[in-house]
């Protein structure tokens, strides 16, 4: 690229600067430097993503403005409005020279406006909504006013929320936590989930939790096969990201990915690390029947789930928590310990603390074989089991009947009971369905036989007479 074709970015101007409050002269005759001017003035407002600049918020007091109205950048030089609405409206601005600020300003509904062009060609317009309110608002800067002099009402983006995130995660959990922060304010610039997948009895090709959210929020999303693809990541690097931020993402992130953000590269994971880390920690934690557990924020290397750790905070688990419940808990107080970090990365960087690699335990993906109910393990671990993979990847086992007929349930709440027999045996069945495990028994409380909803014992009971000899079975 020749250094001719390469754009002048200006440097904005922001408060408490005093020639943002001064009144702009008149351009007498337009000459070369205002049209280079003008040239400027349209790449620093598209590198800061503006809608509006006007010459004062570059350093030069003269009645110049850009703008984009009518779905294009125009310039206004010595601009006048002739005619306002009575009508006015209330709408939150933002300015360039006022970052981080948004104002709640009343702006008349329609102006009638005119200004040269660089040629010095006289056009009027008549503009209304938005449009109406950004010549309103820069043409207040020629006058040396702002929004904190025109708002009713003001708002302050939390530091949290200031930085350029990339959000890179997949599942409902990854869903909890994006609009958890979202609801705080923090809007990332980009989204990165997996590639749609065929789901479901008609393999239908299906987003993934968090491209569907992305998509109502109106985030951009990307969802690349690969992670080493060039293009994929010049397109990260193209929104100058400060944090990429993993959540469940479920993917080691390449060195090359991993140096593209300014500040740092930060992952919540849902264990207190070095417990659990890998592919299934709250799963894992509820199956071997951990009392605490918890999450933490961390820094993220190219190991997975090894880098130094910013902040963590138990959390209890409730006999009654499911993988479901839990994950909710997790997300909630997740959300908080990232904000936390987050607000304290503004100020600058933080140091982490290594991880214990001597105390490291592995949380290894669920296998398919182990959605099967193993009715040969004592009833306590049959309801951990339970409460693990609930409500998903779920539970499985074959209800037999004394015939031999089958028939593929899912079970989603199981408590232990007293109760003795061969593994899988139906002890009960009256007001109740009981069944003996490898110690003791459990009572199931709610299931899903194939092809039907999810029901309670008490409401399948109703319509249904489990005959003395059915047994349940996993292959
Ligand atoms: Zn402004």
């Not at 990307?222 to 293009?231: A, C, F, G, N």
Request: hydrophobic share 40%.
């Amino acid at each position: 690229m020749s250094a001719s074709t390469e754009k002048t970015i200006l440097s904005i101007v922001t408060i408490p600067d005093p020639r943002l409050k001064e009144k702009a002269r008149p351009v007498g005759r337009i000459q070369k430097r205002h049209r280079q001017l003008l040239e400027a003035m349209a790449a620093t407002m598209e590198e800061a993503e503006g809608v509006g600049l006007a010459a004062p918020q570059v350093g030069v007091l003269e009645r110049i403005f850009i703008a984009q109205v009518q779905g294009e950048v125009r310039e206004f030089i010595n601009p006048e409005i002739l005619e306002k609405s009575e009508e006015t409206e209330d709408g939150w601005e933002g300015c360039l020279s006022v970052p981080y600020i948004h104002a709640l300003v009343p702006r008349a509904r329609r102006v009638r406006i005119t200004a040269l062009d660089r040629k010095g060609h006289r056009f009027w317009l008549d503009l209304e909504g938005f449009d109406a309110r950004v010549v309103q608002h820069e043409l207040d800067h020629l006058d040396g006013l702002l929004i904190l002099d025109r708002g009713k009402k003001f708002y302050e983006v939390p530091k949290a929320a200031r930085h350029r995130v990339v959000f890179l995660g997949t599942p409902e959990f990854s869903v909890q936590v994006l609009t958890g922060l979202y609801d705080k304010g923090l809007v990332p610039r980009l989204i990165v989930t997996a590639p749609d997948r065929k789901r479901g009895r008609g393999q239908k090709l299906t987003p993934s939790p968090v491209k569907a959210v992305a998509q109502e929020l109106d985030i951009p999303v990307l969802t690349p096969e690969k992670l080493r693809d060039p293009q994929f990541q010049e397109a990260v690097a193209r929104v100058r990201p400060d944090i990429l931020l993993t959540v469940a993402y479920g993917r080691k992130l390449p060195p090359s990915l991993l140096a593209i953000p300014q500040k740092d590269a930060l992952n919540l994971h849902a264990s207190l690390l070095p417990r659990w880390r890998g592919a299934a920690p709250i799963a894992r934690a509820l199956w071997a029947g951990d009392e605490v557990t918890g999450i933490t924020v961390m820094r993220m290397r190219e190991k997975i789930d090894e880098g130094e750790i910013l902040k963590q905070v138990a959390i209890p688990i409730d006999p009654e928590d499911d993988a479901g419940t839990l994950a909710e808990k997790m997300a909630r107080v997740g959300v908080e310990a990232l904000w936390e970090v987050l607000e304290a990365l503004w100020d600058g960087p933080i140091p982490g603390e290594a991880q214990e690699e001597g105390r490291a335990t592995w949380a290894s993906p669920i296998s398919p074989e182990e959605t099967w109910l193993e009715w040969g393990a004592p009833a306590d671990e049959v309801v951990r089991q339970v409460r693990a993979l609930t409500p998903e990847p779920g539970v499985r086992t074959w209800r037999v009947d004394p015939e031999g007929e089958r028939e593929l349930w899912r079970v989603e709440k199981v408590e232990a009971v007293t109760g003795e027999g061969e593994p899988g045996t139906l002890l009960s069945a009256e007001g109740e369905i009981r069944v003996a495990c490898g110690k003791g028994a459990v009572r199931l409380l709610r299931f899903r036989p194939q092809g039907r909803r999810s029901m309670d014992a008490e409401e399948f009971l109703r319509g249904h007479r489990l005959k003395p000899g059915t047994r349940f079975l996993s292959p």
